[in-house]
């Protein structure tokens, strides 16, 4: 557990900055405050650890494998008459309470923070004052318009505001004014030019000009509005998906055999993690009889873990395709069992690839 935590450490932060890094290019640059960064920097953090868990847990199954293998406690073991499937409940045990920290992330954590996660993006898109409240810069917030602040006061006065609009098929506007505010109007927001100037270019080559003392320009629609889903099937609760799919369906709109899958997916990464730790202890102690060494074997397991994987994303799209295919979900946990029963039957001599020789009599006397 305390290889398992490492290595865990380790792959999390691995993802979890490349996720850091997309964030801080998107708020950051969008004028979010560094609290919005962290704040969607932690919700992203439950499905990060979900993908991070079972290389981790593999990667501390084999070290801790490994380890005994070469510093001849795995020898030990075995002369004292531990059988291989004997030597393997540590890791049985060692899975199982990594299937419970997948099954708490898969059926409560990483569904409530995706939940939260699409609640405050929707919020922060219809924040103006995030949108438009940067000096110095020129801003875009939708096409056609461009919003440039020389600089915010700390009484919230905007100076030296430059605002084009060239949404208009038919006319093409320009705003400056030496002053500006920001105003709520119920929901509106509406930015309020004082001393300033309206150039307006129409069409056929006019261009009017109008000096105002102040002006009113409605800024609402500037943001983009993003309207948070009733209801995703990536928040909904596992027993619904599972015994309640025609309803989901109705209400998301997701074909029923994506629901099945995704419900029943949530079950089926909880018992991956116990056959990944399963499979690197099974093919390690193979290894341990071998006079090539537990390093070639390593390898074997992962080529092992990859077959896996490969297996759990072939089934994706039949089940998609027909709901009652269902089972096929379950395939790659029932593949990662089989294998791992057959090489303990190997290593334990349940089971022979060879027939075993017969010693040839000697002469009679």
């Not at 079972?54 to 990667?59: D, H, M, S, V």
């Not at 927001?189 to 006019?206: E, F, N, P, Y």
């Amino acid at each position: 557990m305390v290889l398992f935590g490492f290595f865990s450490l380790v792959l999390v932060s691995v993802y979890w900055i490349n996720r850091a890094v997309a964030l801080f290019d998107t708020l950051i640059g969008s004028g979010h405050s560094t609290l919005i960064f962290l704040e969607f920097s932690v919700l992203s953090l439950p499905n990060v650890i979900r993908m991070s868990l079972p290389l981790a847990e593999f990667a501390a199954a084999a070290y801790v494998c490994n380890r005994l293998i070469t510093e001849s406690e795995m020898v030990i073991l075995q002369t004292t008459g531990a059988s291989p499937w004997r030597l393997a409940r540590p890791f049985l045990w060692f899975g199982a309470i990594v299937a419970l920290m997948m099954s708490l992330l898969t059926h409560y954590l990483v569904p409530a923070s995706s939940q939260q996660l699409e609640l405050r993006t929707a919020e922060i898109s219809q924040s103006v004052t995030a949108k438009l409240l940067t000096d110095g810069t020129f801003l875009h917030p939708t096409n056609g318009v461009t919003f440039y602040i020389r600089e915010i006061t700390p009484e919230g006065k905007l100076e030296d505001v430059f605002l084009s609009d060239n949404r208009g098929d038919e006319s093409k506007t320009v705003f400056t004014a030496a002053e500006a505010f920001l105003v709520r109007d119920g929901d509106t927001s509406k930015l309020v030019m004082v001393d300033g100037m309206a150039q307006t270019h129409t069409a056929d080559g006019r261009l009017s000009i109008t000096n105002f003392k102040d002006l009113t320009y409605d800024i609402s629609s500037l943001i983009k509005k993003v309207s948070p889903v009733g209801q995703r099937i990536q928040y909904t609760p596992t027993w619904e998906l599972i015994f309640n799919p025609e309803r989901v369906s109705e209400n998301t709109g997701v074909p029923l055999g994506r629901i099945l899958e995704h419900g029943h997916g949530r079950i089926s990464q909880a018992l991956l993690c116990v056959v990944v730790a399963l499979l690197a202890c099974s093919t390690l102690i193979m290894g341990s009889f071998s006079r090539f060494g537990p390093g070639l074997y390593i390898v074997v397991a992962l080529f092992l873990l990859v077959f896996i994987k490969i297996v759990e994303s072939s089934v994706a799209d039949p089940v998609r395709g027909d709901p009652n295919m269902w089972p096929l979900v379950y395939l790659p946990f029932l593949c990662g069992l089989m294998i791992y029963v057959f090489q303990q039957a190997l290593t334990s001599g349940s089971i022979r690839l060879r027939p075993k020789r017969k010693h040839a009599e000697g002469p009679r006397g």
